[in-house]
T-cell receptor, first 112, second 115 residues
């Protein structure tokens, strides 16, 4: 089966740093994606990890440990506009075809 | 590119009616995915296509749901007959190959309400 876990909700203060964790147990693994979704909008791509380690993109960084089935998304210098849901998604490759399976998402509220 | 285009943006229909959702993927993308999002269940993969061929429809909830991709630039998701529990936001997404640099691109979604 496929299981992706993330916290349901988190709160943080403007200007601070927040880490959103994701653990996964999937049949096969072919990369991990993080998406941001503002209320009423479509998910938008943030980051992609396929090898262990840290990927940095401006204020956002994503880390992967394949042996532990673990990833985190790190958001620095939080801004009010970062209030959104953050979705962890694992790509699996059954039969040689890629498909993306999503976790339930973490709702992040950034307060002044 | 205009991105992934979905229509309609909103659909309100009565129980028992047929509903057809439409999607135009990004030109050149070889994968197309249909997802459904609800508060209770999050984003669920319903079906996906590679080069217009359905690969896995195991996420389609019931026989009332069907999807087609007659060509590389168009796909439909049909619900017949619709039920109130089908109310959700339906997203279409497309990608090219491994999509490692830019991920999967989602359309704006269709918010379906069945009353």
């Amino acid at each position: 089966g496929q299981n992706i876990d993330q916290p349901t909700e988190m709160t943080a203060t403007e200007g601070a740093i927040v880490q959103i964790n994701c653990t996964y147990q999937t049949s096969g693994f072919n990369g991990l994606f993080w998406y941001q979704q503002h209320a009423g909008e479509a998910p938008t791509f943030l980051s992609y990890n396929v090898l262990d380690g840290l990927e940095e993109k401006g204020r956002f960084s994503s880390f992967l440990s394949r042996s532990k089935g673990y990833s985190y998304l790190l958001l620095k210098e939080l801004q009010m506009k970062d209030s959104a849901s953050y979705l962890c998604a694992v790509r699996v490759n059954p039969g040689g075809y890629n498909k993306l399976i999503f976790g339930a998402g973490t709702r992040l509220a950034v307060h002044p | 590119d205009a991105g992934v285009i979905q229509s309609p943006r909103h659909e309100v229909t009565e129980m028992g009616q047929e509903v057809t959702l439409r999607c135009k993927p990004i030109s050149g993308h070889d994968y197309l995915f249909w997802y459904r999002q609800t508060m209770m269940r999050g984003l669920e993969l319903l079906i996906y296509f590679n080069n217009n061929v359905p690969i896995d429809d195991s996420g389609m909830p019931e026989d009332r749901f069907s999807a087609k991709m007659p060509n590389a630039s168009f796909s439909t998701l049909k619900i017949q007959p619709s039920e109130p529990r089908d109310s959700a936001v339906y997203f279409c997404a497309s990608s090219l190959g491994t999509a490692s640099d830019y991920g999967y691109t989602f359309g704006s979604g269709t918010r379906l309400t069945v009353v």
